[in-house]
């Protein structure tokens, strides 16, 4: 396969709407798109007469479906890519009006099929133009039984954009806004948050130390701020369930996630049980550190610097070379994103936090964001965000309904090649040193996922408990995430992060509560669908394909026992993932001695 070579670092969005959020041609979009919602909102108050009418319907909706998202990643990249872009702020209060417009449509729709007698309604669905639509379908009339009257439940998509998604986007413009300045090499640097963010990871602890002092010092700064932003979005959340008669606050998430109680359950005991394994790993990299205190930003941090930093067309070849090793598919899409300017991966001010992949799909692509600085775990994120891509990839040909995935199964792609490329780096070393910094790197987004995102679930389960009866304030957030955190970590750390909830997007998000538990099932499903590459052999690739093109249109547990044959609802599955996660950490125990 070619190397590739002097890579561009910014992504090409000019290919979709050229001039940046003032493009003509993006205006003239959003205007036609406007135009059609609303016509098509007036069309169909009335029920459809039958099938062909149905399916005509169905056509049309998925169309804007798919013209919505276009829309919104457009703008969505713009505003990641330049926090201060007020062009890029206004259309995207735009897009969310769409939205709700969309929420409106889809409502009705379902309130339809809500009013269908049970045997006409599979006749429908028998009907050859919209079988393929049949889960899909089954699933909105089912959730349709849930919801308020579709005027009430229009009024609350209409409020929505300036109530509950409007303090979405007012935590991600503070936070876009923070700055900070550190002392560097004799100099007086401003940096994002993002840009801090990667520097918490510097293998000096004394750097390590000092960042860390900044960025507390920063959140502590904005609690009041963002604490007042949680709790209006939590507030509205919990009288929005109680309206519509769910007394449990984890009812929509499990819902979106398309699983059961028992599975989460399942696979929380699971971890529990692993917890002194975990715990191991992490009081042995404490005394290899030999730091008198042993804090937050150090256990992400390497024990040393074996492997170095990479550049980005190193990471790029990695990537592509070992995606090829066991799917061609994936390698391919890597290549077409690398030589496409599908990434954005310049380390730059101005950008926000964190790394996502946006589907266009009037295009049939994606686009990733990441703030690629050298680090191993940069190349992590890059396989990460590949993986959505790749997951984008395969679903392209289905209809826009059936590539509505949940939030633990996305997460399931993207883990996938994460933990593809991991593994390939431990395999790859080069010497018995830089073995064992790969092997720790992998046993440490194991903890990651398996305590940090734990701490993160508690946390957000005891924050909803107790703003049920109020607001919580900020004294109140930082106790609760206090022992949030050391319940998922034990007594391993000295300094804790009790504004951890002020620093993490994904508790600031209005459309998926409780985007924690989502990244672990996926990672360890993931692990569990890595296990089996050894035994398909040759045959991985379909059937990998195979089982994320029913990703849209299955529980995670049908989807699980389909193409797997394992039950995701019994702790065993979990277990057995768990062993595979923690492989190499009896080796890695007993040579670091």
Known sequence: MQKLESLGRAWDLDAFFPGGPESPQYAAFLDALEADVAEFKA???????DAAAWSARLSTVQGLMSRSQHAGAF???HGAADVSSLAARALGGRTRQINAQMETVDLTLSTHMLAMEGSDF?????????????????????????????????????????GYHGWADFYTRVV????????????TLTLS?????????????????YYMDVWDVAWDGMAETIAMELNQLGGFRLSLYKLRGWDDFMHEPLMLNRMKAETLDSMNQAIAQNLPRMLSFVRRKKALMGLEAFGWQDIDAPLSQAGGKLTYDEAANFVVENFAKLSPKMADLAVRAFEHNWIESEDRPGKRMGGFCSGFPEAKESRIFVTFSGSMGNLATLAHELGHA?????????????????????ETASTFAEVLVGDASIEAAGSKEERLALIEGKLGRAVTQMTNLVCRFIFEKSFYEERQKGEVPVARLNELMLAAQKEAYGDVLDRWHPTFWASKLHFHMSRPPFYNFPYTFGYLF???????????????????????????RSTVEDLAMKHLGLDVSKPEF???????????????????K
């Not at 133009?129 to 009257?149: C, H, S």
């Not at 948050?193 to 130390?209: E, F, I, T, V």
């Not at 979990?574 to 670091?592: F, G, P, S």
Request: overall charge negative; charged content about 25%; some cysteine.
């Open 43 to 49: 069309e169909i108050a009335a029920p459809a007469a």
């Open 526 to 552: 993931a692990t569990g669908i890595f296990a089996q590459t050894k035994k398909a052999g040759p045959a991985f690739d379909d059937k990998y394909s195979a089982l994320l093109m029913d990703t849209g």
């Open 122 to 162: 599979e006749t429908l669905l028998g009907d050859p133009a919209i079988a393929p639509l049949a889960f899909n379908l089954r699933e909105r009339r089912d959730q349709a039984q849930g919801l308020l009257p579709p005027d009430q439940e229009a009024v609350v998509s209409a409020l929505s954009v300036n």
């Open 193 to 209: 948050m993002g840009q801090l963010q990667n520097r918490l990871s510097d293998p000096d602890p004394a750097k390590r130390a």
């Open 176 to 187: 876009s806004g923070m700055s900070v300045e550190i002392e560097e090499n004799g100099k």
């Open 574 to 592: 979990w277990l057995d993932a768990i062993d595979l996660a923690y492989a190499e950490l009896d080796e890695w125990l007993e040579e670091t």
């Open 75 to 77: 703008i969505n990249c």
């Open 390 to 410: 790749y997951h984008g990839e395969v679903l392209k040909g289905l209809p826009p309904m059936a590539r509505r995935y949940a939030m633990n199964v996305a």
